[in-house]
Nanobody
Framework: QVQVVESGGGLVQAGGSLRLSCAAS????????MGWYRQAPGKQRELVAS???????TYADSVKGRFTISRDNAKNTVYLQMTSLKAEDTAVYYC??????????????WGQGTQVNVSS
């Protein structure tokens, strides 16, 4: 019973910036991992960036130096600050959260996705 909702997508010019938000809610006891993934039409879903409860971050090589993932643990929210956007960043961006419910059961929940379109 954990819901994940993304927001902040939209249309942006190449070279511009966009900030995505992902909020997890519901019967959450703890979250140990949150990540941003993206999927372009006809392509596999890929990891963009992730962050653990300890603050360890991971980035895809294609976004290193351009994107920054951050978190607000009190709000069960993770952000993705996207800068120097390129046309190839165009995709549906999905948020994934993993942790334990208040019933101490493991959960892994995906959001519905938010569209990011980068024009050149």
């Amino acid at each position: 019973q954990v819901q994940v909702v993304e927001s902040g997508g939209g249309l942006v010019q190449a070279g511009g910036s966009l900030r995505l938000s992902c909020a997890a809610s519901g019967s959450i006891f703890s979250i140990n991992y949150m990540g941003w993934y993206r999927q372009a039409p006809g392509k596999q879903r890929e990891l963009v960036a992730s962050i653990t409860n300890g603050g360890t971050t991971t980035y895809a090589d294609s976004v290193k130096g351009r994107f920054t993932i951050s978190r607000d643990n009190a709000k069960n929210t993770v952000y993705l600050q996207m800068t120097s956007l390129k046309a190839e960043d165009t995709a549906v961006y999905y948020c994934y959260a993993r942790g334990a419910t208040m019933q101490r059961r493991d959960f892994g929940s995906w959001g519905q996705g938010t569209q990011v379109n980068v024009s050149s």
